[in-house]
């Protein structure tokens, strides 16, 4: 069966269509620019790679134009091929524990949600009813980033605030990344052969968050009502007090929105080192000397060994400790830089093992009190998995 994996920005198309026997991805690329001058696309399958600007009013065009390079270049036969289309949704709000077959309810709740994330969600929907236009038969499926981590307790995510702004408001912790943290507890499961892990997923992208994982349940995140809590991110500031923003906007003439902008987007690696919020740079930063890029790594490693030991705690120990994600797929340096500051609750790294870049691999030495693995992360796999569960359902 052939499962289509969708990721719809306000003006982007991500795309992956899998075999799912092989769980081969068959051909996969991208739609940019969507209304916008310059619109182009990518499409990539076997050894090639196809770029073309084009006109693309909207997402139906986008998605038109995506089916007939699909009939074009052989990569199916017909329409028909495509059993099942998973599309990718941010937030889920507490109505979504889990995927499910989209319905018109479904999309009015996704649209619902949008104040709680107004520049993902109504995008999705554009992406949903595109397909739904041009494939009216197709089933689809919602996989929701906030749905893994439904499993917290109250006391872990709820804020220490008025109540009433839970109840009347939905003020709380969601969580987010939580299909690469599903994935990834689904990932080492199988390759311990043991589902009663206590796992500490760390998703080291961009963007980045760490959960506390037990029996294959969430027990708690580091993101919270919004993707901006948590650990210093590539431009996120992570955890700050929130006195910081009235004390801003006094300061520099700003609206509470503008302050928040600068916390996503010119704080974290970018805002610390003032020069770049890639790693990579960073990196090399710290290996030129320059002072910035140091603090900025430093900074960076902390908050995320802040949250390990909180949620080496709250699970009462732990049996793996996974990195995955840009981050923590491909930084050797990183990865050291954090579980040598891990060394008092008697965690080792093997430096030789470490040397590893986005390969399923142990990187804990034999003597480290917990198993350390590299695992590498598949959103748009584990949405196509999802899909293909429920429609055969
Ligand atoms: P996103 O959140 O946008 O999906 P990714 O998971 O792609 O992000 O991660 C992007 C981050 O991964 C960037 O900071 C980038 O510098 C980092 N990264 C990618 N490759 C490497 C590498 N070889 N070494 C260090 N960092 C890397």
Known sequence: ??????????????????????????????????????????????DYKITEEVELKNHTDAVKILLEKLIE?????SLEEIDGIGHRIVHGGMEYSKSVMITNKVIEDILNLSDLAPLHNPAHILGIKAFQE????????????????????????????????????GVRKYGFHGTSHRYIAKKISEELKRDDLRIISCHLGNGGSITAIKDGKCIDTSMGFTPLAGIVMGTRCG????????????????????VINDFNKKSGLLGISMKSSDARDIEDGVNSGDEQCILADE????????????????????????FTAGIGENSPHTRRRIIEKLASLGI????EANNVRSKLTKISSNESSCLV???????ELMIAMDTLEIINR
Request: hydrophobic share 40%.
């Open 1 to 46: 069966m052939k499962i289509m994996s969708i990721n719809a920005g306000s003006s982007s198309l991500k795309f992956s269509l899998y075999e799912m026997d092989s769980k081969e991805v068959l051909v996969s690329g991208l739609f940019e620019r969507i209304g916008i001058e310059g619109s182009k696309y990518v499409i990539k399958y076997q």
């Open 134 to 169: 041009v494939l009216p038969k197709t089933p689809m499926v919602a996989v929701f980033d906030t749905a893994f981590h439904q499993t917290m307790e109250k006391e872990n995510y709820l804020y220490a605030v008025p109540y009433e702004w839970y109840t009347k408001y």
């Open 299 to 322: 900074m960076y490693v902390n908050s995320v060994v802040k949250y390990i030991a909180q949620y080496y705690v709250e699970l009462g120990g732990v049996d793996v400790i996974c």
């Open 348 to 351: 080792k790294i093997d430096l």
């Open 373 to 379: 693995y590299v695992v590498p992360t598949d959103e």
């Open 239 to 258: 955890d700050v007090d929130a006195s910081i923003i009235p004390y801003i906007m006094e300061k520099e003439g700003k609206s509470a929105g503008e």
């Open 73 to 77: 270049l052989k990569i199916i036969d």
